[in-house]
């Protein structure tokens, strides 16, 4: 299973002390991540996944009025008020912990729902199931209690690898969808595919949620727009939204709020910071609010009191104002009531929005656009790979600086560290074979190769490989060994050579294959032993085998692929 999601689920377990099988506790997470997108109470996921003879069916959850209901005695206690229009929710999920998105699976799937919504299973069912079916019962014969009449239905298909919007898979959910429409039971219908990269979204939206209200001097609104339902123009006072918004409980600053922004924050040092600090440590700190852009918050919830002026949101982050933010919070001291800030609230829970926004207010500034790989989700993923295999005994203690300016003023060698670019030049090299391209003006890296790295398929282990190919033949520069400085400037095409030599052929997996997870397995055994010094002394050979590359054929695809053919040749003597 994909090391990442793995993690969460292991955090999960440790966190309600379940202990199982990886299969079960796969099923387990799938319908606590979820269920809790719908149902903000606490609850053990154990309660709404099936334990027994299943009919295809690993979850089921029914929410009446915002409640989980478990019985059907809860279910008829549920009706029994005086209330009209109650919203029902049922959610119905499949887990399977495989890699892929299997057809026969998800008709296996639909099989086990059609017999679900006759209300009368031939199917094997546990008990679980047949409750499941008593409550169905008990909420049609209420149905005129119901919102809409019909209760919606939430139908989820989960594994851990990712999915592929192919035409047979597409097909197998239309059927699945057909069956919930056909079925007659239901109002709103939603059928959903859900990969790893969907559920970590889930599980880090559940787990890392910040939430504040805040009292505002001003506010203006914006009119509703597509992808944001409500915007507004405020002012606030600074000390208070320090507290409010960028404070912990500890009165740290409050990282995990700025992981939406392009930059981390670049120290008081910086000319930009300065400026900043020289107004608040003055009497135009008054004027701050015109003199400063502000910040701008996008969440997903937003809710304004317009009679008592206060905004609420949740789940927010600070998406433009790193710098400000920073700079106000190590000034905590100096901030008093005449300090005020502009800020911004955006609602919308659509990551191209946010994108969008950051990429424009950030255009206004020196920002390289390199930096703004670091929205995509490929790059967060990277960063947690990184961060778990820093856990590993034996291994390098590598970083992915995912965002400017992240380690700033930590004690990590330089080495060890690789940005949104260095981190491209090795993927391109070790696993694109691209060296060529890795070599060129360090603009021009991502700028060349957009649609090739930070993919959403791609196996956060063949990024963290490259990295550590790249950073061993660097060790070895840097000590003076084998000789290895001679080849400094071809460092990237030796990184290319090195898998070849590791396992006797020209052949690579690409970076989505299931195969890559093994092919970098056997790599990283070579690079965490003495191994790795003869390996890296054959690179050398087979460059010394043709003729020496001049700096400019270097950035040239004819010399990778000369390059190429002489491995080919050396390997095979």
Not at 85 to 102: D, L
Not at 500 to 507: A, F, H, L, M, T
Request: net charge negative.
């Amino acid at each position: 299973m994909h090391p990442v999601l793995n993690q969460y689920i292991n955090d999960l377990a440790t966190m309600l002390e379940i202990e199982d099988d990886e299969a079960k506790l796969f099923e387990y997470f799938c319908n606590y991540v979820i269920t809790s997108k719908s149902y903000l109470g606490r609850f053990n996921p154990v309660e709404v996944t099936t334990q027994e003879d299943d009919a295809s069916i690993d979850g089921i959850t029914i929410l009446i009025d915002g409640e989980l209901i478990l019985t059907s005695e809860d279910a008829v206690a549920a009706f029994e008020s005086h209330k009209n229009n109650i919203p029902v929710e049922i959610v119905i999920t499949q887990a399977k912990s495989g890699e892929r998105f299997s057809k026969e699976k998800i008709s296996n799937f639909n099989l086990g729902l059609q017999d679900l919504f006759s209300l009368d299973p031939k199917l094997p069912n546990g008990i679980y199931n047949k409750v499941a079916v008593e409550i169905l019962n008990i909420i049609i014969a209420n149905l005129k209690k119901v919102r809409n009449k019909l209760p919606d239905l939430k139908v989820n298909f989960c594994t851990s690898g990712v999915y592929v919007a192919e035409r047979e898979l597409e097909a197998a959910f239309k059927l699945v969808e057909d069956t919930c429409r056909n079925a007659d039971l239901f109002g709103h219908i939603d059928v959903t595919p859900l990969g790893r990269g969907e559920l970590m979204k889930l599980w880090r939206s559940i787990t890392q949620k910040s939430e504040t209200s805040l009292e505002l001097i001003n506010f203006m609104g914006i009119n509703e727009m597509p992808g944001i339902p409500q915007a507004y123009i405020t002012t606030v006072k600074a000390k208070e939204f320090i507290e409010k918004v960028a404070m912990d409980d500890d009165r740290n600053i409050r990282e995990e709020v700025f992981d939406e922004n392009v930059r981390a924050f670049l120290g008081a040092e910086n000319s930009v910071n300065l400026d900043i600090s020289k107004t608040l440590e003055s009497d135009k700190s008054k004027q701050f609010a015109v003199l400063n852009n502000g910040v701008t918050i996008i969440a997903p919830e937003l809710t304004l009191t317009p009679s008592k002026k206060t905004m609420h949101i949740a789940n927010y982050q600070i998406i433009n104002g790193c710098q400000t933010t920073n700079t106000l919070f190590n000034h905590y001291a100096l901030l008093n009531d005449s300090v005020e800030l502009v800020v911004k609230f955006i609602q919308s829970d659509e990551s191209d929005v946010a994108i969008d926004i950051v990429t424009a207010t950030n255009n206004q500034s020196k920002v390289e656009s390199s930096s703004f790989y670091a929205l995509r989700d490929k790059a967060r993923m990277v960063q947690k790979f990184f961060e778990i295999q820093r856990g590993i005994e034996g291994r390098e203690q590598l970083y992915f600086e995912r965002r400017e300016s992240e380690y700033r003023n930590k004690s990590i060698k330089n080495t060890k560290i690789f940005d949104i670019v260095e981190m491209a030049r090795c993927f391109l090299s070790v696993f694109k074979q691209r060296p060529h391209n890795a070599a060129m003006y360090v603009k021009k890296v991502l700028h060349e190769n957009k649609d090739t790295c930070y993919l959403d398929n791609d196996n956060e282990v063949a990024y963290y490989t490259a990295a550590y190919i790249c950073y061993k033949y660097n060790t070895l520069i840097n000590g003076r060994k084998i000789t290895s400085p001679r080849y400094n400037k071809l460092r990237w095409h030796i990184a290319m050579l090195y898998p070849w030599v590791v396992n006797k052929s020209v052949d690579t997996p690409a970076p989505n294959s299931g195969k890559m997870t093994a092919y970098c397995d056997k790599l990283m055994k070579t690079l965490t032993s003495d191994a790795y010094v003869t390996y890296f002394k054959e690179c050398q050979d087979i460059i010394d085998s043709i003729t020496w590359p001049t700096d400019d054929q270097i950035k040239r695809g004819k010399y990778t692929s000369e390059l190429k053919s002489a491995a080919e040749v050396y390997l095979r003597s």
